[in-house]
């Protein structure tokens, strides 16, 4: 419909000003205006009294001004304005700082309403710079929005009111067929859109929100589904059906775990196929993924085809690139490594060579995506940690496979990822990949001792690094935090400058964070793992990283700024030589639920288990909070909380890709436009 196109400039009270603060929040159209949600809401239905108010909590009262307004200035000029506030239960005082309309906002004798946050103690509670209105208005729900500076969040209240009044006397085009909407119960899209913004009441918040997510969560599978038809629709080149891993596995140094034979099988029967295999290896750390993907290396290069792994830096690349040709060797297989950092003349060397096919694996940073880079005949591409490659970059790798001299086909797709995921999320955050779980963990491979100990024992713990390191070992030291901030949460610069004071003094100290550039960071791990570096002060840029089969202790500061998932996969970083490896986590968080969600960690190393527990006691922010693992942007649903709406989402998606593979029907368009809309975002386009 043309007035969700419109640009928001053109509704009343916004102008070309107040427009370009709207496109600093991504809102540009009616449509993005009016799906822009409130981040939350006040809720002025359910007023409670000053004693029930308790010190922390964001609430409503209704007082009558006790006071008149005490107008002072603070130091430094600051404008103060206090007053007191009475119900029948008790007193509390109201402040505002540098608000000169303050004492015209509240009259001594008059009843309000009073919204924010209450601070203070039991017996004497303040309320500072609460929202205020006359006890006589009916404001209800009060939507929230997120700001930019010049943009308050009533005024973007204001512009939706604006864009809500362009549908006074005609209706928001609705994307659900009425059949659809009427078999799962659901609201008009007009009803849902106005009810979000100004509900009613809370039963019409529900029902609003209940149809928005099940319309946002409906068009992801929708897209997750045209992605697997898309991906069947493709042509590869098909591998050996029968082949004969046994010389592969015998020339192993270890036997294979049942899980990894099952990977393997998996994998080899999707690679046998005319159509590209896109298959997800999703195993803890240490379970045996390399080994996985070696096989499938030696399967492909059996059929003529060469294969390319796609490391996300160049530590890791070379890392990968040593291990596989230990595990190659026998097989026949060349490796070539190709990265950015190599002298151009062994750049030119290793690209002739993948070009004439001589190079049997090619592993490599995003320089294997350059141009010039040209394969003789590629046939698997294998990325590792999948959370730091986008769908768009994994696709250009395996578009190198379509433009090779022998054929079109596309090569088979193989993700390898260390990130725990639970069974109940996995479906949804891979649904366009089929996955193979390695849970089991190669035999004789000792678990990690992890320990939750106070701050009071931290010179201690001091103590047995450095015995540590005097046995030829080495250590990391996580923080929270680059730098010191006003909470006492350990700061990475400040520690590693701390120890020289402490009984670490003269042993070679390094610091990794996120802020270094990336060939700094790069020199900086390359150093601890030679050895140089004894002990590596660091933020989470480790979490995932390199072997340093002597790094035997994990430190992690303010343990319980971190989830479950995190601190597991940080605790993946050491444990990987013959040595006994340690955890420390340490922590002087006094919560109960808080130090119970730490100890999961001291009780267990499985790392799906940790992660079902972090889902229940955190939510799923690990896993989505930071987009880790490609998904569209959510605005509104929330893939753990709505878990009932996101049942009957994909019921729907079944039926509808069913009866309309493509969604090239007419009446699916606004459904199709609104997947195409989800996944643009990602580099996605479905053609």
Do not use: W
């Not at 449509?31 to 909590?57: C, K, W």
């Not at 390399?290 to 530590?315: R, W, Y």
């Not at 350059?370 to 986008?390: K, P, W, Y």
């Not at 891979?430 to 320990?451: F, H, I, K, M, Q």
Request: net charge positive; hydrophobic share 45%; proline share 5%.
């Amino acid at each position: 419909m043309e007035e969700l196109a419109r640009n928001v400039r053109t509704l009343r009270g916004v102008g070309p000003k107040r427009a370009a603060l709207f496109a600093k929040l991504g809102v540009h159209t009616v449509r993005d205006l009016l799906y822009t949600f409130p981040r939350s809401y006040e809720d002025f239905t359910r007023p409670v009294s000053i004693s029930q108010a308790a010190p922390g909590e964001v609430c409503c009262i209704r007082a009558v001004v006790s006071a008149p307004i005490r107008v002072t200035r603070a130091s430094g000029g600051m404008l103060l304005c206090k007053t007191r506030v009475a119900d029948d239960s008790g007193i509390l005082e109201v402040v505002f700082f540098n608000n000169k309309y303050a004492a015209e906002l509240l009259k001594e004798g008059a009843a309000y309403f009073l919204y924010g946050r209450v601070s203070g103690t039991l017996f004497r509670k303040t309320m500072t710079a609460p929202e205020c209105l006359p006890a006589g208005c009916n404001p209800g729900l009060r939507p929230v929005y997120a700001t930019t500076a010049g943009l308050s969040s009533r005024a973007v209240g204001a512009a939706v009111q604006a864009a809500l009044s362009l549908f006074a006397t005609r209706t928001i085009p609705e994307l659900l067929p009425d059949t659809l909407r009427a078999e799962y119960q659901l609201c008009r899209v007009g009803c849902a859109l106005q009810n979000i913004h100004f509900p009613r009441d809370g039963q019409a918040l529900a029902a609003a929100r209940r149809r928005l997510v099940f319309d946002e969560l409906l068009a992801l599978l929708l897209g997750m589904g045209l992605l697997r038809h898309r991906q069947a629709d493709g042509h590869a080149p098909r591998c050996l059906p029968d082949f004969d891993f046994a010389p592969f596995f015998a020339s192993l140094p270890y036997t294979p775990t049942g899980a990894q034979l099952r990977a393997v099988a998996e994998a080899a029967a999707d690679m046998a196929r005319a159509v590209p295999m896109n298959r997800l290896i999703e195993g803890d750390v240490g379970s045996g993924k390399t080994t996985v993907a070696a096989a499938l290396c030696v399967l492909a290069h059996a059929g003529g085809l060469q294969s390319a792994l796609m490391a996300p830096t160049e530590i890791l690349a070379a890392q990968h690139a040593r291990n596989l040709e230990r595990l190659l060797a026998p097989s026949g297989l060349r490796v070539g490594l190709l990265t950015g950092g190599l002298p151009a003349a062994k750049k030119r060397e290793v690209k002739a060579a993948i070009a004439d096919g001589s190079v049997g694996l090619v592993v490599g940073t995003h320089a294997l995506l350059q141009e010039d880079v040209a394969f003789h005949r590629l046939g698997l591409v294998i990325t590792d940690e999948q959370h730091r490659f986008g769908v768009a970059q994994r696709a250009a790798l395996a578009a190198k496979g379509s433009t090779d001299a022998v054929d079109s086909s596309s090569p088979h797709m193989l993700i390898m990822s260390a990130t725990p995921i639970p069974r109940t999320l996995s479906l949804m955050i891979y649904g366009d990949l089929d996955v193979s779980v390695l849970n089991e963990l190669p035999a004789g491979r000792r678990p990690v001792r992890t320990y939750l100990v106070g701050s009071g024992l931290r010179a201690r713990v001091h103590r047995f690094l450095r015995t540590q390191v005097e046995q030829g070992q080495q250590a990391y030291i996580v923080c929270p935090l680059v730098e010191a901030d006003e909470s006492e949460l350990a700061a990475a610069v400040q520690l590693r400058d701390g120890l020289a004071e402490t009984s670490l003094a003269g042993i070679p100290v390094g610091l990794l964070h996120g802020r270094m550039p990336a060939r700094e960071k790069e020199k900086v791990m390359q150093a601890f793992a030679a050895g140089d570096l004894k002990l590596l002060v660091s933020t989470t840029v480790i979490e995932v990283g390199v072997d340093v089969p002597a790094a035997t202790v994990m430190v992690v500061e303010n343990a319980e700024r971190f989830g479950l998932s995190q601190l597991h996969q940080l605790r993946g970083r050491v444990g990987r030589g013959a040595a006994q490896s340690h955890c420390i986590l340490i922590s002087d968080a006094e919560d109960a639920a808080t130090r119970e969600r730490l100890q999961t960690l001291c009780k267990t190393a499985d790392g799906f288990a940790i992660a079902e527990q972090d889902l229940k006691l955190r939510g799923p922010g690990d896993f989505f909070g930071k987009r880790q693992h490609g998904l569209p942007a959510l605005a509104i649903a929330d893939l753990m909380g709505d878990m009932d709406i996101l049942q009957e989402a994909r019921r729907a998606a079944d039926t509808l890709l069913r009866q309309d593979p493509a969604l090239s029907l007419k009446e699916h368009a606004g459904l199709r436009n609104a997947v195409d809309a989800l996944f643009a975002g990602n580099g996605i386009v479905f053609n």
